[in-house]
């Protein structure tokens, strides 16, 4: 803790994406801090040309600056959890990884984002190996969608609840401490996740919305999980609150008409719902 500094207001860092559309990266984990309270920072890794038809282009950061924007932001605030998403190519990665283990930083919530929801790539494949050795390890959650563990272990992705279960275990292998496999694009009543740690298997369901608004889901429910661990809810707590925050941001969304595509989630719905 810095010398005067405001224990009451704590801080979580994104490292991630921007989307200039709002609805996904950085701009929809700020949007989530704050509304659950947190104090929000940034670290750019890419400039994208996006909106909720797709993305037109990426424009990397370089990774010395990503190690810049890093630095500074270490040097001056007490950060009490990370969320990191698109990390684009391998030096990325790897800046992002050294940046982290530099400052010591151990809340980090990986969120492994290769896809957008529109099928754009946004994470060259020969960084996925990276992802594996260097940024996995020091999560203490990473949160793959069916997609990403399928690729982060180089098999099938999970037809079902229980394979899901063994892909989790597997993911465990590769050093972080817990894995919640994400299974929102499954079929059925219920939008089953499935959080792996050492200890014990759990099922985090939630009543599944139909809606073709999901632009940002993953990104905003990494960011809640590492909002209510910034706010000091343990890892089991801190993912079923982000899960039942996302189903309200999915249903308020659900009659809302934002762009021509997938439009994005309601991030502000709490705010609404406080008036």
Known sequence: MYAGEDTRVRVALTIAG???????GIQADLKTFTVLGVYGASVITALTAQNTMGVTGVLPVPPAFTDQQIDAVAADLNIAAIKTGMLGDTATVIAVAEGIKRHGYTTVVADPVMVATSGDLLLAPDAIDAVRAMLIPLALLITPNLHEAAQLLGTQTAANVAEMEVQGRRLLELGARAVLIKGGHMTGASAIDVLVTRDRV???AAQRVDTRNTHGTGCTLSAAIAAHLALGCD??????RAKLFLTAALL????QKIGHGAGPVDHLHALRAAN
């Open 235 to 240: 890892l089991e707590q801190a993912v079923h």
């Open 18 to 24: 921007s989307d200039p559309s709002g609805g996904a």
């Open 202 to 204: 759990t099922h985090v």
């Open 252 to 255: 308020a969304a659900a009659s």
